[in-house]
Each structure stands twice: as structure tokens, then as C-alpha cells.
Nanobody, 125 residues
Framework: QVQLVESGGGLVQAGGSLRLSCAAS????????MGWSRQAPGKEREFVAA??????????ADSVKGRFTISRDNAKNTVTVYLQMNSLKPDDTAVYYC????????????????WGQGTQVTVSS
């Protein structure tokens, strides 16, 4: 059974930090590109960040570059993916989804094969 379970969301003031975690199991996710996408109210889902299977390459949306950092831990049965978010802005308010892709890295959210249930991040001004 495939599971991508996010945690770490919450309410934070502008300028603050949060770290999201995603525990992925049920597939050999150590060979998958892992990523984060988000969806704000009334907006389409958008790519936030992705990391190659080895962790050697990372990709970011321009809107978060320099503020967010994606990383991963490829343990034997469960892959954990992190998103460290610093200098948060009210525009970062959204539901954040963990994603997994069996293929080359991409910023196209529609190409990701698996999605978590999402975790809410709210940044107050």
C-alpha cells in the first residue's frame, strides 16, 4: 500500500520558519524523484521543489528559491523527504503536498505519480 504522509504544517508569523516532513512507503521510493507542491485557496496547484533519487540534484520554483530547502533520507523501507521553509511570507499560505515521480525531474505537477493528503501551512502577516 502506497503511503505519503506529510506532517509539520501549522500557523506561523511572517518571517518565521517551518519544516515539513513526508514519510513515503509502499514502493521503492529511494529510486523516485520526490517533491513538494502546494495549492492556495482559489489557485491551481503549483510546483515548489523536487529532489533527485540520490539527493544530488534539487530544483525550486523561483518564488521559493533561496528560502526553501528540500532534502531526503533514503532509509531501507521508508523514504523521508523534508522541506525546510525559512523567511515565510503570507503568499506561502497553502496546502502543501508531498509528491513522488518515477521518471526524470520535472516542474509539471501533473506528471507526478503519487500524492500525499496534504498539510496546511498558514503564514500570518
Amino acid at each position: 500500500q502506497v503511503q505519503l504522509v506529510e506532517s509539520g504544517g501549522g500557523l506561523v508569523q511572517a518571517g518565521g520558519s517551518l519544516r515539513l516532513s513526508c514519510a513515503a512507503s509502499g514502493r521503492t521510493f529511494s529510486s523516485y524523484v520526490m517533491g513538494w507542491s502546494r495549492q492556495a485557496p482559489g489557485k491551481e496547484r503549483e510546483f515548489v521543489a523536487a529532489i533527485s533519487w540520490s539527493g544530488g540534484n534539487t530544483y525550486y520554483a523561483d518564488s521559493v528559491k533561496g528560502r526553501f530547502t528540500i532534502s531526503r533520507d533514503n532509509a531501507k523501507n521508508t523514504v523521508t523527504v523534508y522541506l525546510q521553509m525559512n523567511s515565510l511570507k503570507p503568499d506561502d499560505t497553502a496546502v502543501y503536498y508531498c509528491t513522488a515521480l518515477r521518471g526524470p525531474p520535472t516542474r509539471e505537477t501533473g506528471k507526478y505519480d503519487y500524492w500525499g493528503q496534504g498539510t496546511q501551512v498558514t503564514v500570518s502577516s
